[in-house]
T-cell receptor, first 114, second 116 residues
Framework: DAKTTQPTSMDCAEGRAANLPCNHSTISGNEYVYWYRQIHSQGPQYIIH???NNETNEMASLIITEDRKSSTLILPHATLRDTAVYYC???????????????FGEGTQLTVNP | GAVVSQHPSRVICKSGTSVKIECRSLDFQATTMFWYRQFPKKSLMLMAT???????TYEQGVEKDKFLINHASLTLSTLTVTSAHPEDSSFYIC????WGGGEEQYFGPGTRLTVT
């Protein structure tokens, strides 16, 4: 699976949009971009994933550049409860692999301030 | 989504003893579960893949005789830390995969192990 690069930490004001970048310049054509987050002392939580097109769900939006070498996770109206470590993970279509393992990097510590 | 539980949520044990951690899928039958370990201020590291009815697959550097995994049913996997030492103190998290329009992996709440 391709390696990702994320900033170590970011701050955001409550109510504002949080934009978390991720670089994955070595991504292959069959690799997806997944985002998870982990609130302190809890298990990770799935947020969103995409291949080429931008995606949106009730939690966030995922913007993938046309060359797919980077992406941005957008939390449109950040709340204090969004404070967490956000992991960007690139992986092949799990349906094509024998297992669905995830390889976590260091992620970005997002702190939402009042 | 899928509901995954872990028990216990916290455990303190003495060095040399063994500790069993349970991971249960409450609403889904999972043929495969994953066990991760997370040290303070570090990222999750996959320890092993637990397969129902067969032996677990361990990641490089993880001692299979120390971290015993039993996936006895489609809803239960257990991780036993044998002869625990203080360096085994960590946050242990299990997960399973449930297909939902693109495959999501659901994680348990984690178990905090402290070995004194």
């Amino acid at each position: 699976d391709a390696k990702t690069t994320q900033p170590t930490s970011m701050d955001c004001a409550e109510g504002r949009a949080a934009n978390l970048p991720c670089n994955h310049s070595t991504i292959s054509g069959n690799e997806y971009v997944y985002w998870y987050r982990q609130i302190h002392s809890q298990g990770p939580q799935y947020i969103i994933h995409g291949l080429k097109n931008n995606e949106t769900n009730e939690m966030a939006s995922l913007i993938i550049t046309e060359d797919r070498k980077s992406s941005t996770l957008i939390l449109p109206h950040a709340t204090l409860r969004d404070t967490a470590v956000y992991y960007c993970i690139v992986r092949v279509d799990p349906r094509e692999t024998s297992g669905s393992r995830l390889t976590f990097g260091e992620g970005t510590q997002l702190t939402v301030n009042p | 989504g899928a509901v995954v539980s872990q028990h216990p949520s916290r455990v303190i044990c003495k060095s040399g003893t063994s500790v069993k951690i349970e991971c249960r899928s409450l609403d889904f039958q999972a043929t495969t579960m994953f066990w991760y370990r997370q040290f303070p201020k570090k990222s999750l590291m996959l320890m092993a893949t637990s397969n129902e009815g067969s032996k677990a697959t361990y990641e490089q550097g993880v001692e299979k005789d120390k971290f015993l995994i039993n996936h006895a049913s489609l809803t239960l996997s257990t991780l036993t830390v044998t002869s625990a030492h203080p360096e085994d103190s960590s946050f242990y998290i299990c997960s399973l995969t449930k297909w939902g329009g693109g495959e999501e992996q659901y994680f348990g709440p984690g178990t905090r192990l402290t070995v004194t």
